[in-house]
């Protein structure tokens, strides 16, 4: 017989992610049954109560975790027994695993971002990063520097509150200086950058264009994005005109499902083969 394996992805206007049959690809080269539903969340859903009450009753309907996604990612923090790691320094949770009668949340936003750097651009200098955007992924790609050894992480948001909370909460965990700065500063501040990551929803095609110019940012710094649909965003393609190392979301898309995939099921995820799958989806 083959293991069965049951997944489910908690969220708002979760239904046409990829992240579902990224892990049942997955799962079929592992020879298991392994079945991932979405959950979509409903405006007025996205309670600790509603919430809480879905986990539980996932858990008796017998699935072996959940990835949770906007808007619950905090929402599910009280809810939870232990929190992994990457999951309490980033203060939000995409992944639950149940244990037995335990509830344990990581995030692999933050392993998954961590993970596609070390590998693109683990060798590239970092005295100075720029990050645009302090939101759910801006979080986790925030955290995932803080380990990485950044010199200064200089964080902006159109919501100069969001840039100023993301960077005290990671100046706690970062063995280099945080700052927020607003977005009239950001000029100066990608003038000096070594590299500048992305993690505003612009390059979509709901949000064309870039957050910021590009023509600011030196050709000897790296430019990454977390944006993965496209994932050559307008950003990538003008970064690269300038001679810019380049870093798409499409490693984080794909580690961070790794990385669950790999906590659901306790067996190693074939990452280059997910990789070939996101692409072909
Ligand atoms: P979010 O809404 O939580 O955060 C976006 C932030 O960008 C907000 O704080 C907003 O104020 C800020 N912002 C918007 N325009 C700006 C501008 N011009 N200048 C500065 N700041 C600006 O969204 P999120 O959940 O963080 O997602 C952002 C994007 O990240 C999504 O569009 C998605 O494509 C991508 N994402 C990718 C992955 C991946 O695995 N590659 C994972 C999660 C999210």
Avoid: W
Wanted: include cysteine; charged fraction near 20%.
């Amino acid at each position: 017989l083959r293991r069965a394996v049951l997944i489910g992805l908690i969220g708002e206007g979760v239904t046409p992610s990829l992240t579902p049959p990224m892990h049942e690809l997955e799962g079929a080269r592992h020879g298991m049954h392994y079945v991932y539903r979405t959950i979509d969340l409903a405006p007025g859903e996205s309670t600790e109560e509603y919430v809480g009450r879905l986990l539980a009753d996932a858990r008796r309907l017998g699935f072996d975790g959940l990835n949770v996604t906007h808007p619950v990612k905090q929402t599910v923090l009280p809810l939870l027994d232990e929190l992994a790691p990457a999951a309490r320094t980033v203060g939000a949770v995409n992944t639950v695993v149940f244990d037995g009668d335990r509830m344990i949340g990581h995030n692999t936003d933050v392993t998954g971002f961590g993970a596609a750097f070390d590998e693109t651009l683990g060798d590239a200098p970092r005295d100075l990063v720029v990050l645009v955007g302090a939101g759910g992924a801006g979080a986790a790609v925030a955290s995932a520097l803080a380990a990485r050894e950044v010199g200064e992480l200089v964080i902006a948001d159109a919501a100069p509150g969001r840039a100023a909370a993301l960077a005290a909460s990671v100046a706690e965990v970062s063995t280099g200086r945080v700052r927020s700065i607003g977005t009239d500063e950001l000029a100066g501040a990608l003038a000096d950058a070594d590299g500048v990551v992305n993690a505003t929803p612009f390059g979509m095609a709901a949000h064309p264009g870039a957050a910021f110019d590009v023509g600011l940012v030196p050709g000897r710094a790296f430019v990454a994005d977390v944006v993965y649909r496209p994932v050559e965003t307008e950003l990538l393609v003008a970064a690269r005109d300038r001679g810019c190392r380049v870093m798409s979301g499409l490693g984080m898309a794909m580690h961070q499902a790794a990385d669950a995939f790999e906590i659901f099921t306790g067996e190693p995820a074939d990452r280059e083969a997910m990789l070939a799958d996101l692409t072909d989806l």
